[in-house]
Nanobody, 122 residues
């Protein structure tokens, strides 16, 4: 239902763009978001975007560096990651959830894609 891609190995300061392709059934009705899990840590919220695409939400640690967007024609949500830091190293997961964006942020997705690994070297 969700297919994430775009991870890789980059150096600090570089950029990456993650993509998450969703089925139309999910994309047209669900809030979409990105979470990540670093080694030895719990999964944490990164960014989320409403059905309308307006007023996205970001974790404080990525605000100003990451941008989430959705392309309706392709049923795809993107995470543009700029000025990457070593602490951004994690498996990044795409999620989808019915309901308010606050619920997505607090509880995560109803559906998850397989993660894509982002590794940032110093």
């Amino acid at each position: 239902q969700l297919q994430a891609s775009g991870g890789g190995l980059v150096q600090a300061g570089d950029s990456l763009r993650l993509s998450c392709a969703a089925s139309g059934r999910i994309f047209n009705y669900y809030v979409m978001g990105w979470f990540r899990q670093a080694p030895g840590k719990e999964r944490e919220f990164v960014a989320a975007i409403r059905l309308s695409g307006g007023s996205p939400e970001y974790a404080g640690s990525v605000k100003g560096r990451f941008t989430i967007s959705r392309e309706n024609a392709k049923n795809t949500v993107y995470l543009q990651m700029n000025s990457l830091k070593p602490e951004d190293t994690a498996v990044h997961y795409c999620g989808a959830r019915v309901g308010p964006i606050a619920t997505m942020i607090r509880n995560g997705g109803d559906y998850w894609g397989k993660g894509t690994l982002v590794t940032v070297s110093s």
